[in-house]
C-alpha cells in the first residue's frame, strides 16, 4: 500500500500536472471503482482541479462547490501519467482522468479490488474520510506520547493505526522500528519515555528521508514504480538477509498473509521471536489483511 511518502510524491507530482487544469471526463475502466452516486461524476467533469491533498493514505481533489473526489488506492492500486486519451487496460484498468495535456490512469493489480473513488459535497462530508491519526511530522513529542499511549497495543499496531498515526503502513512501520531499535511486539502500556522519544526521532526521519528518496528519484517527471519493497530499506522485505548495522539476520513474524520483519540484535536483544505464538498474539491485535486496516476503523 503507498504510504505517506509515496503518497507525498502522487500528491506533489499531481499538483504539478494537474492543477487548475480543466478535467475534461473520467472514464471508468470498473464500474465498482466509483462508490458513489449523488453528486453524479459528471458534476466535476468540465471543472478545475482547485487543488490536490493528502488525507492519511488518500488522495484529495478539490474542485469549486466544494466538491471533492476522493481517491484511495489500497494495497494494489497505482497512478501514471499517460498521453491524452490513453487506452484503460481491461484487466487491471479503473479509470483515467483525462485533461488536455495528458490522462491520468488508476490501475490495480490485484483480483479483489480495493481501490476506490468517491465523489463527495461539502466539508462534512469530505471529514468522514479523515482517521483523525496525528500528523507526525507536523507534532511535538508531548502530542505523539499522547497518541500512542492512549491505547495499549504493540507498537506495530499503534505505528499503522490510522486513528493514532497517519499514513504509515507495513513497510514504513518495520523500518521506524528498525531505526528505533524497539521490538515490533512490545507493548505501549511498557514503553519508556526514552523509549518513546526514540520511536518518535525514528519515525521522523524514516517518513523525511524517504520522501526526499522518492522526490529526489523522480525528479520533474511522474512516479513509475510504487512498492513497498525497495533495496534501500534495512528490513522491511529483507527476511534472511543481513542487517545492514549489525549483520544479523533478518527475521520475520507471520500473521495471516502479512509479516513483520525485524533484526534480533538491534530490535529484541538478540533473541529469536517466536514466529507462531507471536502470530497469535499479534492476530488478536491486528485485522486479517493490511489492506482491510484502514476500513476497521471508518466508524471507530
Not at 528519484?217 to 530499506?233: C, L, N, Q, W, Y
Not at 539476520?249 to 534480533?264: D, M
Not at 529469536?272 to 482491510?292: F, Q, V
Request: hydrophobic share 35%.
Amino acid at each position: 500500500m503507498p504510504e505517506l511518502p509515496d503518497i507525498t510524491i502522487y500528491v506533489e507530482r499531481l499538483q504539478h500536472f494537474t492543477k487548475d487544469k480543466k478535467l475534461n471526463k473520467i472514464r471508468f475502466g470498473n464500474p465498482f471503482f466509483l462508490r458513489t452516486a449523488i453528486p453524479p461524476i459528471k458534476s466535476v467533469e468540465g471543472m478545475k482541479i482547485k487543488n490536490i491533498e493528502r488525507m492519511g493514505k488518500r488522495i484529495i481533489f478539490s474542485f469549486d462547490d466544494e466538491l471533492f473526489l476522493v481517491l484511495h488506492l489500497m494495497i494494489a492500486g497505482r497512478l501514471h501519467w499517460e498521453k491524452a486519451g490513453v487506452i484503460i487496460p481491461k484487466k487491471k484498468g479503473l479509470a483515467a482522468f483525462d485533461f488536455d495535456i495528458g490522462s491520468l490512469l488508476i490501475t490495480e493489480v490485484s483480483t479483489q479490488k480495493r481501490a476506490s473513488l468517491h465523489l463527495v459535497k461539502g466539508k462534512e462530508e469530505l471529514d468522514k474520510f479523515d482517521r483523525k491519526g496525528l500528523e507526525v511530522l507536523n507534532t511535538s513529542l508531548e502530542e505523539f506520547k499522547t497518541a500512542i499511549t492512549s491505547e495499549s497495543h504493540t507498537l506495530k499496531r499503534t505505528l499503522t493505526d490510522p486513528t493514532i498515526l497517519s499514513g504509515i503502513g507495513n513497510a514504513y512501520s518495520d523500518e521506524i522500528l528498525h531505526r528505533a531499535k524497539l521490538s515490533p511486539i512490545l507493548l505501549t502500556r511498557k514503553i519508556t519515555d526514552e523509549q518513546i522519544e526514540k520511536l518518535f526521532e525514528a519515525t521522523k526521519e524514516v517518513l523525511v528521508e524517504w520522501t526526499d528518496l522518492l522526490r529526489n528519484e523522480v525528479g520533474d517527471s511522474f512516479p513509475k514504480k510504487v512498492t513497498a519493497f525497495r533495496k534501500e530499506m534495512a528490513v522491511h522485505g529483507k527476511f534472511e538477509k543481513p542487517c545492514p548495522v549489525c549483520g544479523t539476520e533478518v527475521q520475520r513474524i507471520r500473521y495471516s498473509t502479512n509479516e513483520t520483519n525485524y533484526c534480533p540484535t538491534c530490535q529484541t536483544d538478540g533473541k529469536l521471536l517466536a514466529d507462531r505464538a507471536l502470530s497469535r498474539l499479534l492476530k488478536t491485535d491486528w485485522p486479517r489483511t493490511l489492506d482491510e486496516l484502514d476500513d476497521l476503523y471508518v466508524n471507530k
